[in-house]
């Protein structure tokens, strides 16, 4: 059992910053690919960028490409979503996911976090 907690949403201008941090409990961290997925009001929820369990290669969706940047610290038992260049259309709950067995386009989350908010003015 892998219990997930974001954290570092909140409200930004368009252009501007944000962290986000997702903690994970118990001793098999490294033992899961991480991702983040992100869900929009009226929207499906849609992938946004995996790591593999090393955080020695990463994935991401088009859309965040250059944008964002997805990495991890085993130690802290963290994954982190650095987003830069914020638009309006990035405002979505994001959320933390983890995959036991594979990542990239094969990730399919095994668990799931509550979700953090971003909104993005323009």
């Known amino acids: 059992q892998v219990q997930l907690v974001e954290s570092g949403g909140g409200l930004v201008q368009a252009g501007g910053s944000l962290r986000l941090s997702c903690a994970a409990s118990g001793r098999t961290f490294k033992a899961y690919a991480m991702g983040w997925f992100r869900q929009a009001p009226g929207k499906e929820r849609e992938f946004v960028a995996t790591i593999t369990r090393s955080g020695g290669s990463t994935y991401y969706a088009d859309s965040v490409k250059g944008r964002f940047t997805i990495s991890r610290d085993n130690a802290k038992n963290t994954v982190y979503l650095q987003m830069n260049s914020l638009k309006p259309e990035d405002t979505a709950v994001y959320y933390c996911?983890?995959?036991?067995?594979?990542?990239?386009?094969?990730?399919?989350?095994?668990?799931w976090g509550q979700g953090t908010q971003v909104t993005v003015s323009s």
């Open positions: 996911a983890a995959d036991g067995a594979g990542w990239g386009k094969a990730f399919s989350p095994d668990y």
